[in-house]
């Protein structure tokens, strides 16, 4: 190779110098009009007829600081369930997904079993899985059968999100290409070691990214294990609002997840670009 | 014994009939080459000797063993039969090296510093040693489909079958894995191809087949073939081929 140094031309540093200059004008225009957009926002909101009331209630600073401690603990709660529940979640979702596939007749009952139940758990709203499971399970009797509030909150959001995830499992399994599965089978493995070899590590990268969407979605929905009577952030607030007519302790509630569930997005979002430029390499 | 005999095998796909009475036998040591356009049925005749489609008639033998019967282990059979395809097939998330030492070391039970070290003499034979480590996705088309044979190669097969093996490379690339068919063919490997390229094919070939329509209308020595066939279709075939290839 002969030895050549590169001197830029005219040319390429009058394109350069127009290239810098539309990027000043594209970003001086973006915040313009945010700036814009905000304002009209603000003033259609703060002009409306009842927004003193509003203030009032939803924004007061004093209500603010009083429920803060309290609506936090609560949160820990809501931190704790979904902790518990996410690993469970899961392990069941993956059993699930694998019973679907199997093929051997002797499995039929555990293929039927695992139809029968992302039938049945998806279709019945979550808040109704928890009331059933919470007031339900106690009041069998059965011995040994859990009684306390959260562990009872915690069987139901598995149940309820067991089947959401074993679908998305499910997916996964589907996506990896048969000519991946022909090629692993023409070596002379075994559907199992097929599965555990080729088909779940390729499918495993695939799902990450609906996985976590599901774990939003359960983390806010710790809320509703209220309605059977664990003291968490939404009950809690509840309780505030009700002894002194200010909502104010539910806006803390409503930050506390926002808090939890902006990074846990971003971070969804930000594995699903990986996979998508991986793809694209 | 041959090594293997297909015996009046059909193959059906929604009421079509792709392989219609294929009658064939293969002696060990020998390099059979399955020629036709496509949709002949060449492909899915490989795919049924892997049994990773089951015949709708007829039988095959391996060693005299009927391996159609339905009692088959088909693991077992596999054991004993390689096959490459045309799209590689490779394991997207695994290393040259793990592609290659799967199958020993789950299904031959091979431990994994032995199964290590015969796949980088295998890599080494075929001039890969450096790509152990990548993952396909960093090889090139030609470099991914010698792989595929390698892969194939370490279970040790007694029988190989290749399956368009060059069809998904560009021109310059597919004289690397000819190569590597060339040098297995002198090694003594029994093998069955499906190719396009009909140079190599009356190269490396002891017997050429010619299928037309789910039916082996001919079959001959590659002189035979390729100088005189016998058959009108198949004499039409190799015209259009040849044509194709003065363009």
Do not use: C, M, N, Q
């Given at each position: 190779m002969s030895e050549r140094t590169w001197v830029k031309s005219e040319r390429q540093v009058q394109r350069e110098r127009v290239r810098r200059n539309r990027a000043v004008r594209s970003g001086t225009v973006a915040t313009v009009s945010t700036i814009a957009f905000l304002g009209v926002l603000a003033a259609v909101v703060t002009g409306s007829p009842g927004w003193p009331r509003v203030r009032e209630t939803f924004f007061d600073a004093e209500a603010f600081a009083r429920a803060w401690p309290d609506v936090l603990a609560g949160f820990w709660t809501n931190v704790q369930i979904f902790l518990i529940a996410e690993p469970i979640i899961l392990v069941l979702g993956l059993f699930v997904a694998l019973a679907r596939n199997l093929r051997a007749p002797a499995f039929f009952p555990l293929r039927a079993l695992a139809v029968a139940y992302t039938d049945v758990f998806r279709g019945v709203p979550t808040i109704l899985v928890i009331l059933l499971v919470g007031f339900g399970i106690p009041a069998l009797g059965l011995q040994g059968a859990p009684t306390d509030e959260i562990t009872l909150g915690v069987v139901a959001l598995t149940l309820s999100y067991g089947a959401y995830v074993a679908e998305v499992f499910r997916a996964g399994i589907d996506s990896v290409h048969p000519s991946q599965r022909a090629a692993a089978r023409s070596l002379g493995l075994s559907h199992g070691q097929t599965m555990r070899h080729v088909v779940l590590p390729q499918a495993w990268r695939r799902v990450v990214p609906p996985l976590l969407n599901d774990f939003v979605s359960l983390q806010k929905d710790t809320a509703l294990v209220s309605t059977i009577g664990v003291v968490e952030a939404l009950r809690q607030a509840q309780i505030y609002a009700a002894s002194t007519f200010n909502y104010t302790p539910t806006l803390v509630a409503a930050l506390l997840f926002i808090a939890l569930t902006i990074p846990m997005a971003r971070l969804t979002d930000h594995l699903a670009a990986r996979s998508q430029r991986r793809r694209g390499a | 014994m041959s090594l293997l005999t297909i015996e009046g095998v059909w193959k059906n796909y929604h009421g079509h009939s792709v392989l219609r009475g294929i009658d064939l036998s293969v002696e060990a040591h020998e390099v059979v080459c399955l020629i036709g356009a496509s949709g002949s049925g060449k492909s899915t005749l490989l795919r049924c000797v892997n049994l990773l489609e089951t015949v709708d008639d007829g039988v095959i033998r391996l060693d005299g063993a009927d391996i159609t019967d339905v009692r088959t282990d088909a693991d077992e059979v596999r054991k004993s039969v390689g096959i490459v395809f045309q799209a590689f097939n490779l394991f997207p998330h695994m290393t040259v090296l793990d592609n290659i030492t799967l199958a020993p070391r789950r299904v031959h039970g091979v431990g994994r510093a032995r199964a290590e070290e015969e796949a980088r003499d295998l890599l080494d034979r075929f001039g890969l040693?450096?790509?152990?480590?990548?993952?396909?996705?960093?090889?090139?088309g030609g470099q991914q489909q010698r792989v595929a044979v390698i892969r194939a190669l370490a279970t040790r097969p007694r029988l190989m079958l290749l399956d368009e093996?060059?069809?998904?490379?560009?021109p310059a690339l597919v004289a690397e894995v000819l190569e590597i068919i060339r040098e297995l063919k002198a090694g003594g490997m029994t093998m069955i191809l499906t190719t396009h390229e009909m140079g190599f094919c009356r190269e490396i070939a002891d017997t050429v087949c010619f299928l037309d329509d789910g039916v082996l209308l001919e079959r001959g020595t590659p002189e035979q073939i390729f100088t005189d066939p016998r058959e009108p279709r198949t004499r039409e075939f190799l015209r259009t081929v040849l044509d194709a290839r003065r363009l």
């Open positions: - | 040693a450096d790509k152990a480590g990548a993952y396909p996705d960093r090889l090139s093996v060059t069809s998904a490379l560009d």
